[in-house]
């Protein structure tokens, strides 16, 4: 089996920031890396550490599945490559684990016995097959769910609106606290540590060829997720229907009449978004 680009979609949160998702994909192999944003000054050359680990990311997992790889070890190889280039590059080693530049992902790579996906953090994968119900492969709308709870709670404690951002004096602390506890329990993410690998969540799935993959980050997922415009059935309709530029105009003009957060809450007024469709042949 391979997989075949229907279309694609990377919008920046902030068209004057670095856009920190990417995404990757050949015929044997898609990816889809959301980079956490920094919350403090960056440790690599570059506009952005998180930009740096997905663009990266993507690059290393496609070429050791070109390699002939599994996705385990293509992940491995990946993260030990990230390490390498983590610790020749940059500045100077974390002082503070929230510094170690970190990524969530979606892997999916067709194979004999079905499509693997791997995962870390809040990527997703959205599968149809044929008049069968969507089946959303990870944890995103769980996690969105307490991040929005988190953003509301937060901004009524520090009296500002949520989406006020993530560098605010007010937030910091209490989000590099949870970001320090990243590579430990069950927080697992896409990083310089190869042992991570042995933590991504796994998933195969029995799919025939004409099936339908919506790979996208939570910036994208967030019409469904967070902002209740679709859901994962009604998302992938619209995908094929209206297109994924035409739901990224949907998602940035729901953000738009709610800048501050204060209906739908959250850290940025916009994430970066990203979606893959792929068909399976």
């Not at 506890?181 to 190869?194: C, K, M, Y």
């Amino acid at each position: 089996m391979a997989l075949e680009l229907l279309q694609s979609l990377s919008l920046p949160g902030d068209p004057a920031k670095a856009n920190e998702d990417s995404f990757g994909h050949d015929p044997n192999a898609a990816v889809v890396l959301d980079g956490a944003t920094p919350l403090g000054d960056g440790l690599m050359p570059g506009p952005s550490d998180a930009a740096w680990i997905a663009q990266f990311g993507a690059r290393r997992l496609l070429a050791h599945l070109r390699d002939g790889d599994g996705a385990r070890k293509a992940l491995r190889g990946a993260l030990a490559d990230t390490q390498k280039s983590f610790e020749a590059l940059g500045r100077m080693p974390p002082q503070h684990v929230w510094q170690t530049p970190c990524a969530s992902m979606m892997l999916v790579v067709p194979g004999k016995d079905g499509v693997e996906f791997l995962s870390f953090g809040d990527c997703a994968a959205l599968v149809q097959q044929g008049d069968a119900g969507v089946t959303v492969v990870g944890e995103t709308f769980d996690k969105r769910a307490a991040e929005a709870l988190r953003a509301q709670k937060l901004g009524k404690e520090k009296n500002l609106s949520p989406a006020s951002g993530l560098s605010r004096p007010e937030f910091i602390e209490t989000l590099r606290a949870s970001r320090g506890r990243i590579n430990s329990g069950d927080a697992w993410l896409f990083s310089p540590e190869p042992k991570a690998a042995a933590h991504a969540a796994r998933r195969v799935i029995k799919l025939a060829p004409g099936a339908l993959l919506l790979l996208v980050s939570d910036g994208f997922l967030a019409l469904a997720s967070d902002y209740g415009a679709y859901s994962a059935d009604s998302l992938m309709a619209a995908a094929q229907s209206k297109g994924l530029a035409a739901l990224g105009e949907e998602l940035r003009a729901i953000e738009a009449g709610d800048p501050g957060g204060d209906r739908f809450a959250r850290f940025k007024k916009s994430d970066d978004a990203t979606a893959l469709l792929l068909k399976l042949k």
